[in-house]
């Protein structure tokens, strides 16, 4: 087993959950779900919500019985090598997607608001050599520096739908359900798949944990999920109230809220202010997915510095988000239809099929934890 070269406390692990599952869902879902659950959509989340408690369940419960172990340490000792690779094949490709994805949405962002007339390449291009350079320094940097950067984004996000208040039209929010369940139960689909699937490959973070610090980890990790909740709910309810039906037809309708508002010709221009936190956001996930990426292939191929693997992933990840899609139309159709299902299938379906596994092998009287045979094992977080 190879020693930890970095570790984290349980309270900056849970700000990294509520960094990666609020920092770009909290700008792009409020006007997708709407759209697809109309004024049930704050249902819609609570149902995804549920199926991310879960998936972070069967989590904790997993890294608890070998918290030295890495995830593919973990997967080797419980499913053997050849069914760890077949997992991973996967896995691999939709995060590499992921990757490409995240800051395919921050281009269009700034083409449709910003910067209109720059090329996506060149926005791409800086984007990723700023989360490169932030995923090298390693994720005792990130956490620290995340926390702060997650505080001023919860700040502005509140900040502007405090100030939209005098806009709210309660009546906007009835009927709660006007097109039956089948709308939120295809909203709720949609927010499963982004963010709260997502939640399985915190499996490559969580070793990372301070080991003296493990017992805290599981209620740090739940408040930072239900705090994502609330803040998801509050967000589509306050677009409702204020953009009423509007709210499920106009891409970032948190920042379509942004603009109404005006008091007394002082405060204007609000918009800014969420354009930033979608920036730092999405900044911010993209960090964490490259540093996932860097990390499982380095316990994969066992490569001692996981930070040489940074700039090529990233290479790979601008030459994805500049030739995958040739529109962002086709993206968001793809994304919010087939997106759902991708993640499940390569990151919830290796986590289910390990978590019955090791309860199988628990349940036989073989290894009641991997603890006991690790030391052969790469144990590298």
């Given amino acids: 087993m190879k020693s930890k070269q970095e570790s984290v406390s349980s309270f900056q692990m849970a700000s990294l959950l509520l960094t990666f599952t609020t920092g770009s869902s909290v700008i792009f879902i ?10 049930g959509a704050w249902i819609s ?3 995804s919500y549920l199926l991310g408690v879960m998936i972070l369940a069967i989590l904790i419960y997993l890294y608890k ?28 490709f939709v995060i590499f997607w992921q990757l490409a994805a995240i800051v395919i949405e921050i281009g269009g962002f700034f083409k449709s608001t910003m910067m209109k007339d720059t090329p996506n390449s060149i926005i791409q291009g800086l984007f990723f050599l700023t989360v490169a350079l932030t995923a090298r320094a390693g994720i005792e940097v990130m956490a620290r520096m995340f926390l702060l950067l997650l505080i001023f984004m919860y700040i502005f996000v509140m900040a502007v739908l405090l100030l939209a208040s005098p806009l709210f039209h309660g009546e906007y929010l009835l009927p709660v359900i006007p097109d039956g369940f089948k709308p939120i139960l295809y909203g709720a689909y949609i927010s499963y798949g982004f963010p709260y699937a997502e939640i399985a490959l915190f499996s490559l973070l969580l070793p990372f944990t301070r080991r003296k610090e493990s017992g805290r980890l599981t209620k740090y990790l739940h408040l930072a999920l239900f705090i994502n909740c609330l803040t998801l709910v509050f967000s589509i309810l306050c677009t409702i109230m204020v953009l009423g039906p509007m709210s499920g037809h106009l891409n970032y309708s948190l920042f379509q809220l942004a603009r109404l508002i005006s008091i007394q010709d002082i405060l204007e221009r609000v918009e800014s202010v969420i354009g930033f936190s ?6 911010m996930k993209a960090a964490i997915v490259l540093f996932m990426i860097t990390t499982l292939l380095s316990d994969w191929f066992n490569i001692k510095d ?20 040739p529109d962002e139309i086709t993206f968001f159709v793809d994304g919010y239809t087939m997106w759902t299902l991708i993640d499940h299938t390569a990151y919830v379906m290796p986590l289910l099929i390990i978590f019955v596994v090791a309860l199988f092998r628990r349940k036989k009287g073989g290894t009641s934890s991997p603890t006991a045979a690790s030391s052969s094992q790469n144990g590298k977080p």
């Fill in 65 to 92: 019985r070998a918290p030295e172990l890495s995830w593919v340490g973990f997967m080797r000792k419980t499913a053997g090598p050849w069914v760890t690779s077949l997992l991973l094949i996967p896995l691999t």
């Fill in 30 to 39: 409020p006007g997708q779900i709407t759209n697809a659950a109309k004024n």
């Fill in 45 to 47: 989340i609570l149902i």
């Fill in 306 to 325: 996981s930070r040489l693997l940074t700039y090529p992933v990233a290479l790979i990840g601008l030459l994805l988000s500049v030739s995958m899609y």
């Fill in 278 to 283: 979608l920036i730092i956001g999405v900044y």
